[in-house]
């Protein structure tokens, strides 16, 4: 997941950006959040199937809706920030 998130914010803009990254514990699971320059290169879901052997590409932030189901972006004092909770395993 992290690595996801982290991938998309390089990918979009570029290798040598500032990243701040946030990841904790909550009451209700880990949280992540990623916070790049740009407010104007935001995440896209692709139409990629995640079981799809050819697809390459465009399966991550499907598995993260997996995962992580409501993840968002929001304007941040950096540019933008996406941001996803993991909910915890009951036990």
């Given amino acids: 997941m992290l690595s996801e ?47 799809s052997a050819v697809a390459e590409r465009g399966r991550g932030l499907g598995m993260d809706d997996l995962l992580a189901p409501g993840w968002q972006v929001r304007r941040s004092a950096i540019g933008k920030q996406v941001r996803c909770r993991v909910p915890a395993e009951p036990g």
């Avoid at 998130?5 to 699971?29: K, Q, S």
Wanted: glycine share 8%; hydrophobic share 40%; aromatic share 6%.
């Fill in 5 to 51: 998130l982290v991938g998309n914010a390089v990918r979009a803009c570029g290798d040598y950006i500032p990243l701040d990254v946030e990841v904790y514990v909550t009451t209700y699971g880990i949280a992540v959040n990623v916070h790049d320059p740009d407010p104007g290169a935001l995440p896209r879901r692709r139409d990629a199937p995640l079981d």
